[in-house]
């Protein structure tokens, strides 16, 4: 049982998420290799992952037509590695969930999707039902195509290895898409599915400037990152990649304050795998209480700024 | 141009699901069930674009039993869809199977665009689109928050971890929707009640030569561990005295 694991990277450096993906994949119980398929800083990439504990070997695939990951191109690239291969593995990030399912058809197989515990060599739990329920599912197919929640596999460690960098190559450019540009949020605060600490906010935040004034400042002083429910990034207080929740990230902090959320099923399964959750909000049926250790009744513009000055 | 829309029947989004006594699965006996909201945001998008005059026809598409096609598929045509294909089964049907079922059609309708929802919001599991369009051989633009056809391509912006994402794909594609693409309508009354003459085929997984046995096997389905609720804090000092206490902060 060998794994291929896909590699989520970005400017030369690793995505956390893939260092958990390592360990996902080695709990399959055999050696695993890391891809790194992408452009001019797919080297750097590359020589990071053979840092990585247990990894055996890396595979760099450095062509233009990767440098953005997309699906059309990186697809048959995998594909065309499977030979080789028991399993493929890949973050359940943006990126791996936009080639994996693609990848998975390709050979004929159905993905296992965002995983949360490896039960045996071809049996996983997943969650279904925005978290509500878990599944322990088990494949039939010869070969597996996974993706795995970051949140649930502890990472493997970036340094210790010392894994040989193999360059491979694939057919490049499908021709049927290209990159036309990325607007990135720039921030110097911690990545969100990664941080420690996170304070995220509502729709009770009213609009963009007071969520800033309000939830910035706490955020600053315990060096957390910012993140948001739905109803907060619809109404334009906040960017996209901020929602945390089902279909937005998965996190799991040591410490989540939800403020001014009320704490939908859907905002829930983003979160509720936190350590420990504060939640400040005005209303004491709001369900988020029903999963927070320490809950605040409180209107947040007067109890935020309080507990801003007083930590 | 031709758009199609794959939809599909789920639990009501507001429901928790409960879980059968013996692990076997899901209980959906009498619970609400609706079009996935994905789904309704993806036909939207399809009903806007032919609106303003760059498609002709939209079709939409269900697998799943009758309630499929007699709930689903009505309200996609009440909503705004032309036609309606059935595809009946009782059985469950997994992402890889869909994907091969759609196929099929797309190769029978040919439309330009197969716009459908990034997940199902009951198994998921968020990769159908992404098999259709690598079994079709055609580019793929998941989790759109915009759609701009522009000759025989479309730009479609993406909702990725980083920020919004611009790509430009050549037609056909196959688009999956985010929860920014569109507000969907309600549909009007006249609508809802003129949605039953339009037309609506149906059919079976074995028109079209697809085996939909599954892959994977669901052996259990568990309650997750549940959450205590912890304690309601007096004021902003207790919180902030507990918190330094469990070495939170
Ligand atoms: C398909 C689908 C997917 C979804 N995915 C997600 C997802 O990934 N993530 C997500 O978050 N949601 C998601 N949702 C939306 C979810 O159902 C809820 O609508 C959303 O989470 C509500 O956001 P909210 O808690 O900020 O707003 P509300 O539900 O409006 O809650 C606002 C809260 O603020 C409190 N409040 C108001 N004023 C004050 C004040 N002054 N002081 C203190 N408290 C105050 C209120 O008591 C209330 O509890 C999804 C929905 C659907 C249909
Ligand atoms: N049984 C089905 N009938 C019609 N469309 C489906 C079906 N299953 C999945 N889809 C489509 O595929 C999308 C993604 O589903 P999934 O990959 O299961 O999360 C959904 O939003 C639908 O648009």
Redesign the pocket.
């Known amino acids: 049982m060998t794994s291929l694991v896909l590699a989520d990277h970005e400017g030369g450096t690793l995505n956390p998420a893939t260092l958990a993906t390592v360990t996902a994949a080695a709990a399959l119980g055999g050696p695993v290799h890391v891809l790194v398929a992408g452009g001019g800083d797919a080297t750097a990439a590359a020589d990071a992952a053979a840092k990585v504990a247990g990894v055996e070997k890396v595979l760099l695939a450095s062509d233009a037509a990767y440098a953005h990951q997309l699906a059309e191109n990186v697809a048959p690239l995998v594909a065309g590695l499977m030979d080789g291969y028991d399993a493929f593995l890949a973050s359940a990030t943006t990126t791996g969930k936009n080639i994996a399912p693609r990848v998975a058809a390709l050979m004929d197989v159905m993905q296992v999707s965002d995983i949360i515990g490896v039960e045996g060599p071809k049996t996983f739990t997943r969650p279904i039902y925005a978290g509500n329920a878990i599944a322990t599912v088990e494949s039939s197919d010869a070969k597996l195509v996974i993706t795995v929640r970051g949140t649930a596999f502890d990472k493997a460690a970036a340094e210790g290895g010392s894994a040989a960098v193999e360059n491979v190559s694939g057919a490049g450019d499908a021709g049927l898409s290209s990159f036309v540009g990325l607007e990135a949020v720039k921030s110097d605060r911690p990545e969100l599915t990664s941080a420690g600490t996170i304070v995220s906010g509502?729709?009770?935040l009213k609009d963009g400037p007071t969520f800033e004034q309000v939830i910035t400042p706490l955020a600053d002083k315990l060096g957390a990152a910012i993140g948001?429910?739905?109803?907060?990034v619809d109404a334009g207080y906040v960017p996209n990649d901020y929602?945390?929740?089902?279909?937005?990230k998965i996190v799991a902090p040591e410490l989540y304050i939800a403020?001014?959320?009320?704490?939908?099923?859907?905002?829930l399964?983003?979160m509720k795998d936190s350590k420990v959750i504060v939640a400040?909000?005005?209303?004491p049926d709001?369900p988020?209480f029903q999963v927070a250790d320490l809950g605040l009744v409180?209107?947040?513009?007067q109890?935020v700024p309080e507990l801003t000055e007083k930590l | 141009m031709k758009i199609l829309v794959p939809v599909k029947r789920v639990i009501d989004?507001n429901l928790k699901p409960r879980i059968k006594a013996d692990g076997s699965g899901v209980d959906l006996a009498n619970i609400k069930m609706s079009m996935n909201?994905?789904d309704e945001i993806a036909l939207e998008e399809a009903v806007r674009i032919k609106e303003a005059g760059k498609a002709e026809e939209v079709v939409a598409v269900s697998i799943g039993p009758a309630k499929a096609g007699s709930d689903t598929l009505k309200s996609a045509r009440a909503i705004g869809a032309d036609r309606a294909i059935h595809v009946e089964t009782d059985e469950e049907v997994e992402p890889l199977a869909v994907a091969k079922i759609l196929k099929a059609i797309v190769d029978e309708e040919q439309p330009q665009l197969v716009i459908m929802g990034k997940q199902a919001?009951d198994d998921d599991n968020n990769q159908t689109g992404q098999m259709l369009a690598a079994l079709l051989g055609r580019p793929q633009g998941t989790f759109a928050s915009k759609v701009e056809i522009d000759g025989d391509h479309v730009a479609v912006t993406r909702e990725v971890d980083g920020g919004l994402e611009t790509v430009r794909l050549a037609l056909p594609a196959v688009v999956t929707t985010d929860?920014r693409l569109n507000e969907p309508r309600f549909p009007a009354l006249p609508n809802i009640i003129k949605a039953a003459k339009k037309p609506m085929s149906t059919k079976s997984p074995a028109d079209y030569g697809v085996d939909t046995a599954p892959r994977l096997k669901t052996l259990k389905v568990a309650e997750p561990p549940v959450r205590q609720a912890g304690e309601i804090v007096p004021d902003v000092d207790t919180l902030v005295a507990k918190l330094k206490a469990m070495g939170a902060v």
């Open positions: 509502g729709r009770a948001a429910s739905r109803a907060a929602q945390v929740g089902q279909t937005g403020v001014g959320i009320s704490g939908a099923i859907q905002h399964a983003g400040i909000n005005k209303d709001a988020i409180a209107d947040l513009f109890a | 989004y909201p994905f919001i929860l």
